[in-house]
């Protein structure tokens, strides 16, 4: 009985102890989201009367809320890069102001619902939200409201950055004595991998429509060319614009336009919405500042470990930074001579790769370099002669998840000297970098350009071409910092090991091709499919994604080329004339090269070659077909099977195995002599033994026949 209560004391005491996790878990769980549509204005200046925030809230929990509410709280001026670091992680802040909470209709809401927000909140002297001086500050849209079953708390909020270039109702703030000279790379890349195969003369294949979505009005891409060509009006912002432009992206929007198919073999829709997207494109990028980024966006780093044992092999690199001939012959445009925004962290190995590949300037983030000069601009990197240009990580930072665009230009404002105590020294040159698969809409991309146009009105940015912060002199020196965290985030090692496989047998299988005269197609064009699907395998887009799912693509535009050579199988069983005949092998070549094909026989009990060198490799031209007589000898009679399959001289497979169905009635020749020569052996030994007993039989009556002595005779 005793034993009993205290499994029931203990029973409780677990359950008890473990309430207050489940409660705290509970509530970990999201219960509203909230979402703006309009912040207005972005930035405060002196004549500011209101600030407006719009949007909706929704009930994504699993309870009804009511007695919703929202209401503004903002905290104190920002003076430093770590109070910006922790508003931008979601830390809460001391609050300097706030509204009074303002009820949503409706007020209830079931799981599911949605209740529209709408706050106009008054700014100036007399306001409960007074900011005391420029600068920039954290905003809180803060959201309460009471779940069933439990008690009033807050729910959801958004934090914004809230750059005050003047105090509402007081004169205009002085500007800093010297402006930053700024320039924004404006990033065309691919969200994802979408190309599945694009064979050398066949159908492009895409994973799905989201591409031709993108590009369709409203998409993603749409919205970023469409901003960037709204902001021509204003000379300033566009000058300070450069194009970054992911050469893949712009390769596969070209080979839409001349039709292509979705994973299934379903038709394309989207071949007209690339066609006018691709020309909108053209005509942006005319006499603009334009530099490349890595084909779909590799990661680099990752590209040096794929068969990193062999130095001579740089092609997968090559192809990758090769991008600049591909703009300038679909765009019309050169873009800046050796200059690469590349994505991820980048090693030594990799700094030393992409400069032997010609790359001159390194665009990248200014935490990736360690100097022992503060970095206000362009430094050579140690030990090679390459120029890296730092962009600006706390913006990049900023530009990244929810109210990107305002925290950006909150970011901005602070580097550009809205800051009480701004670390670090004042930066004469600022390079801006928004995310690369950039999917802010498009009113914010436009928005988000405006209020940079105001920023340079106002003297608070000076606008300057990139190509003249890539001008200057370096300022020193620094080296690229390559630290776990980049490791860890990089591509993983089951990946690039698949990749190194596959590189492999593609090299294998090319290096048995040799250019046909009359087709003229090289072998590099042939197998350039599977190099570019290994590239794309390499995608920071896919970071996270297993080895088998990231090289499906190149492994599947691998094998189609190999099944083009192929052995035929026979539609009967063949009969062999006599003990020793030729096996007919018919080989089809259905590529555009000649490949020397080498034969193997596997399973082949019952049957054996004579002659070896048949078996060797023999050139098989462009789109032909050959057949081969293999001289082979039966081992026995009656029916069997043998498979005969092709491979390229170093032992890349081709095509499929095909299963030969043989009889034969007869021995070969050799086989009978064979056999023979084993007969005559075996009699001769059967003879031997017999002899050997016949003798040792004679000598044992002998023995028994002979007079035995006594020992007593001998005695």
Request: hydrophobic share 40%; with cysteine; aromatic share 4%.
């Amino acid at each position: 009985m005793k034993r009993l209560a205290a499994t029931v004391l203990s029973i409780l005491f677990l359950a008890f102890s473990a309430l207050p996790v489940a409660v705290a878990q509970a509530q970990e769980q999201p219960r509203l989201r909230v979402d703006l549509d309009q912040l207005n204005p972005r930035v405060i200046t002196s004549t500011s009367a209101s600030l407006t925030v719009t949007g909706r809230v929704t009930n994504i929990g699993d309870r009804r809320i009511s007695k919703l509410g929202v209401r503004l709280q903002l905290g104190t001026r920002l003076q430093n890069e770590q109070q910006i670091g922790d508003v931008l992680a979601g830390d809460k802040f001391k609050d300097l102001a706030a509204t009074e909470f303002v009820d949503l209709e409706p007020d209830v809401l079931e799981p599911g619902q949605s209740a529209a927000l709408d706050l106009a909140v008054p700014l100036g002297q007399a306001a409960k939200l007074q900011f005391p001086r420029p600068g920039v500050y954290p905003l809180l849209v803060n959201i309460n409201g009471t779940p069933d079953f439990g008690g009033p708390e807050r729910l959801a909020a958004v934090t914004l950055l809230m750059p005050v270039l003047g105090v509402p109702g007081r004169a205009p703030a002085s500007r800093p004595s010297s402006a930053p000279s700024t320039s924004l790379l404006w990033p065309i890349a691919n969200s994802a991998v979408h190309v599945v195969s694009a064979p050398l003369g066949g159908p492009l294949t895409l994973a799905d429509e989201r591409l031709a979505d993108e590009l369709a009005p409203g998409g993603r891409l749409d919205s970023l060319v469409e901003a960037a060509r709204a902001a021509e009006a204003d000379t300033k912002v566009s000058s300070s614009l450069c194009l970054a432009i992911d050469p893949d992206l712009v390769a596969t929007v070209d080979a839409m336009t001349r039709g292509y198919q979705v994973a299934g073999g379903a038709p394309g829709k989207g071949a007209e919405t690339a066609k006018n997207w691709l020309g909108r494109l053209k005509a942006l990028v005319a006499g603009r500042c334009v530099v490349t980024l890595p084909f779909a966006d590799a990661d680099l780093t990752a590209l040096t470990k794929v068969r990193a044992g062999d130095a001579t092999d740089t092609a997968l690199m090559t192809t990758a930074l090769g991008g600049a001939g591909t703009i300038k012959n679909l765009l019309g445009i050169q873009p800046q001579d050796g200059v690469l925004w590349p994505g991820g962290a980048l090693d030594s190995q990799t700094v030393e790769a992409i400069g032997k590949a010609g790359v001159k300037t390194v665009l990248t983030d200014s935490g990736k370099l360690q100097s022992r000069t503060p970095l206000s601009s362009g430094v050579s990197i140690e030990g090679t002669d390459l120029r890296a240009q730092p962009i600006d990580a706390l913006i990049s930072s900023a530009l990244n998840g929810s109210g990107s665009t305002q925290n950006g230009l909150g970011a901005i404002a602070f580097r550009a000297g809205l800051g009480g105590q701004n670390e670090g020294p004042e930066r004469s040159r600022l390079l801006i970098a928004p995310p690369r698969q950039w999917a802010a809409t498009g009113t914010e991309l436009t928005t988000f350009l405006g209020r940079m146009g105001d920023f340079y009105t106002a003297g608070l940015l000076k606008s300057a071409p990139l190509p003249e912060l890539l001008g200057e002199s370096p300022s020193g020196t620094a080296s690229v910092n390559y630290d776990p965290r980049d490791l860890t985030a990089s591509t993983s090692g089951d990946v690039t090991a698949k990749m190194s496989q596959l590189d492999n047998e593609t090299l294998g299988l090319s290096s048995a091709m040799t250019m046909d005269a009359t087709k003229r197609v090289r072998p590099a064009d042939v197998v350039a499919p599977v190099r570019l699907a290994l590239i794309r395998a390499a995608s920071t887009s896919w970071r996270g994604a297993d080895a088998a799912t990231v090289t499906g693509n190149a492994r599947g535009d691998l094998e189609a080329i190999r099944s083009q050579v192929t052995v035929e199988r026979p539609k009967q069983t063949i009969a062999l004339a006599s003990g020793a005949a030729p096996l007919p092998v018919f080989i089809t070549n259905n590529l555009p090269v000649g490949v020397a094909v080498q034969v193997a026989l596997k399973n082949n009990v019952g049957l054996r070659p004579t002659d070896d060198t048949q078996l060797q490799a023999q050139m098989v031209p462009a789109n032909s077909a050959r057949n081969r007589l293999l001289p082979v000898e039966a081992l026995r009679a009656g029916r069997f099977s043998v498979d005969v399959s092709l491979t390229t001289p170093d032992g890349t497979p081709l095509g499929s195995a095909a299963r030969f169905e043989l009889t034969s009635t007869e021995y070969g020749a050799i086989t009978i002599i064979i056999t023979v020569t084993a007969a005559g052996a075996l009699l001769l030994l059967s003879s031997r033994r017999i002899y050997r007993r016949i003798k040792d039989s004679r000598a044992d009556r002998a023995n028994e026949t002979a007079p035995r002595v006594t020992e007593d005779a001998q005695v």
